[in-house]
Structure formats: structure tokens, C-alpha cells
């Protein structure tokens, strides 16, 4: 069965330092699709646009093996946009407009045949609106769960019903602490999983990931890039190539999880290399693979004392 993925699909406008671009492929539901659909397929994703969303975008996402048979399109309404504007440290931002549109009326109504997904990927959309999907599921298997401060501080006790039920959490060391109100993020973790999640992965930017589960802690290093151009819709790569490659592997056990954690990680690094979602669009899977190895090498030492 495929790996069905829940989230937003948008159009950005994002300016950096380096440029500018404009209604540009966007939302969680793309980045992870095309994230994961390197590891896997099909992909089976569930979104919602207007008419104004063109045949281009729509071309992309089926060429990378894409099930669009849960994306509905809404005849006279427009596509949820975003515009956001990065300062010269790429880790900050500024939203400059959001326009739900059609994404306001959201009711995510998964296809019959993909209720039986073992594998769910749930984007960072309202946590009401993931409780919905999991309400349709039969008996998923993997559940990774991704979500945001605005989540947290609006609707926490919703996001908090979402927790018990999946297996994986993936927020950022703010959101962490947030969510918890605990500065120690080894502290803040613990606290995580004792309201749901078996593994929690922490995204630290530029600074890399740590998973957290079986009494375990795994520290993942970030890419050394020389170029970032675009750091939109980078936690969702991460997401997507973590679910992905699990998905493909089907081994659950941690010591994939930490492999699934590098994938991510490569993923991400893609994806920031360019605006938009052209860093995910033309890999190969021996290109990524490649960058994987490289990963690898920067966590690897001999130890050779005698």
C-alpha cells in the first residue's frame, strides 16, 4: 500500500537576500510528497486548491509518481498563499500575508481505498483537521505527526488529542519548548513523549536533529552548505524523506529511525538550495544517496588510542 500524506498546498511569494519569487509551488502536502516520493511509491495525497492552481504544478507532483485521486480543486475559489520575507540570518523571517482561501474550508476526506494505509504522514496543518483524517484511518501502523508554535498556543488541547495517537512528533527546539514550557530540551523531550509520541525528533536548523525514543538519543549533524537560498519548506523535506524511507524499509526498529533521520536531513539539504521546490524536483535517488554517505562521514571518527 501507498504512503498517504495530509497537509496544505500553497503558492508562495518568499524573498531572501539572494531573490525574490512568486506564486511559486508551496504547502507541507508538496514538500513531503516530493520529499518521499525519492524512497517510495505511490504517494497518495490528500489537499485542496482552487482553480487558479496551474497545470504546471500539477505536472510536477505526478511525475514524481504522485496520486493526486485525493487532491480536490475548487471551481471560482483561489489557492491558499503565503508570503514571507528572510533576513540575512536565513533563520529568521518575516510573514508578510497569508490568504487561506479555499484551504480555510479544509475537510480532508480521504479516498476509501487509501483508508487502509499502514503509513501517515500528517503535514503541519490544524490539529482538528489531523484528527479528522485519523477518525477516517483503519488500523495505520506509522503515524508521524508534524505541527507549529502557532498550533501549540492556539489550539493545544486539540494538538494534545492528536499526540496519543501517533508514533512520531517532529517540531523544532522552540516548538519543544513551548509545548512543554521546559528550557532543557533532554527534559522537554521526556515530557513529549510521556503525552503520546514513541519518538520525537527535534530540529535544530542549522545545527541538526536529535531523535529521541527507546531510552535512546541520536544526534544528527546539519549539512555544510555554502549555499542556502531558500529555507521554505525545509522541515517539511526533512519530514518527507524520513517517512519515505521507512516506508520503503518497513523496518521500525531505531536503529532505522537514525538512517531515516539522515535521509531526512538529505532531503532538507536539497531542498534549500533553491527556491521553491526546485531543489526536490530533479534528484537522483545514486545523487542522494551520495549525500547521504556524506553524512555519514561527518559524524565518523577512529577512535585510535592504544
Given at each position: ?61 505526478e ?11 475548487v471551481?471560482?475559489?483561489?489557492t ?27 475537510d ?7 483508508t ?19 477518525k ?15 498550533w501549540?498556543?492556539?489550539t ?12 512520531v ?7 519543544a519548548?513551548?509545548l ?24 535544530k ?18 549539512y ?6 531558500d ?20 523496518d ?11 535521509y531526512?536531513?538529505t ?9 521553491s ?23 565518523r ?6
Amino acid at each position: 500500500m501507498g504512503l498517504l500524506i495530509v497537509g496544505s498546498v500553497g503558492l508562495d511569494t518568499v524573498e531572501t537576500p539572494f531573490d525574490k519569487v512568486e506564486n511559486a509551488l508551496g504547502g507541507s502536502a508538496t514538500y513531503t510528497s516530493l520529499a518521499a516520493s525519492y524512497f517510495t511509491a505511490p504517494i497518495n495525497f490528500v489537499g485542496i486548491v482552487g482553480e487558479d492552481f496551474e497545470q504546471k504544478h500539477i505536472n510536477i507532483l505526478e511525475e514524481h509518481d504522485i496520486n493526486l485521486d485525493g487532491l480536490e480543486i475548487v471551481n471560482g475559489g483561489k489557492t491558499f498563499r503565503w508570503g514571507g520575507k528572510y533576513h540575512y540570518d536565513l533563520n529568521v523571517r518575516d510573514t508578510l500575508f497569508t490568504e487561506l482561501n479555499v484551504f480555510e474550508h479544509f475537510d480532508p476526506k480521504i479516498p476509501e481505498k487509501w483508508t487502509r494505509n499502514k503509513f501517515l504522514l500528517l503535514g503541519n496543518i490544524q490539529p482538528s483537521l489531523q484528527m479528522r483524517v485519523l477518525k477516517q484511518m483503519t488500523n495505520p501502523e506509522f503515524i508521524v505527526c508534524d505541527t507549529m508554535n502557532l498550533w501549540i498556543n492556539t489550539t493545544r488541547h486539540e494538538l494534545l488529542d492528536v499526540l496519543k495517537n501517533v508514533n512520531v512528533l517532529i517540531i523544532n527546539d522552540s516548538e519543544a519548548r513551548l509545548l512543554t514550557k521546559e528550557p532543557n530540551l533532554i527534559k522537554a523531550a521526556r515530557m513529549i513523549q510521556e503525552l503520546g509520541p514513541e519518538y520525537l525528533i527535534i530540529k535544530k536548523g542549522e545545527h541538526g536533529a536529535i531523535l529521541f525514543g527507546d531510552n535512546m538519543v541520536f544526534s544528527a549533524p546539519a549539512y555544510p552548505l555554502e549555499n542556502i537560498y531558500d529555507p521554505t519548506g525545509a522541515g517539511d523535506a526533512f519530514a518527507g524523506g524520513f517517512t519515505g524511507y521507512l516506508h520503503k524499509s518497513r523496518d521500525l526498529s531505531f536503529e532505522n529511525l537514525k538512517r531515516a533521520v539522515i535521509y531526512g536531513s538529505t532531503m532538507a539539504s536539497f531542498c534549500v538550495e533553491q527556491f521553491s521546490t526546485k531543489g526536490l524536483e530533479d534528484l537522483s535517488r545514486l545523487k542522494i544517496h551520495d549525500r547521504f554517505l556524506e553524512f555519514m562521514e561527518l559524524s565518523r571518527f577512529d577512535d585510535d588510542r592504544n
